[in-house]
Nanobody
């Protein structure tokens, strides 16, 4: 079983919406902090959003606040990222990241955990 598996992504016009989902293997931890990072061509990987185990705690990069929403349906090993009003500068490979639940405060300030998904491409055309 793949430890971290993403789905969603694709090509969308500027102003459009996309939804990404990520499921983590239940064999890694008993509870999870989960988040999203992205990497555009020629740039470093950067933090996008993070969710606590319960889903009540969240954190966002300034560049996506008000446009992206991270969520999970209660304390589960699945998280989603709803992206609205997409811009060409949002074009990147988006990676799901997983850490222990008590690492949420680190993740929401941009420090990733040890487990990564394979990445999913998001392309926003102008």
């Amino acid at each position: 079983q793949v430890p971290v598996a993403e789905s969603g992504g694709g090509l969308v016009q500027a102003g459009g919406s996309l939804r990404l989902s990520c499921t983590a293997s239940e064999t890694m931890y008993s509870s999870y902090a989960m988040g999203w990072f992205r990497q555009a061509p020629g740039k470093d990987r950067e933090f996008v959003a993070a969710s606590s185990w319960s889903g009540t705690g969240t954190g966002y990069a300034d560049s996506v606040k008000g446009r992206f929403t991270i969520g999970r349906d209660g304390p589960t090993n699945t998280v989603w990222l709803q992206m609205r009003n997409l811009k060409p500068e949002d074009t990147a490979v988006y990676y799901c990241n997983v850490d222990r639940a008590d690492a949420f405060d680190r993740m929401r300030y941009g420090l990733p955990g040890p487990y990564w998904g394979q990445g999913t491409q998001v392309t926003v055309s102008s």
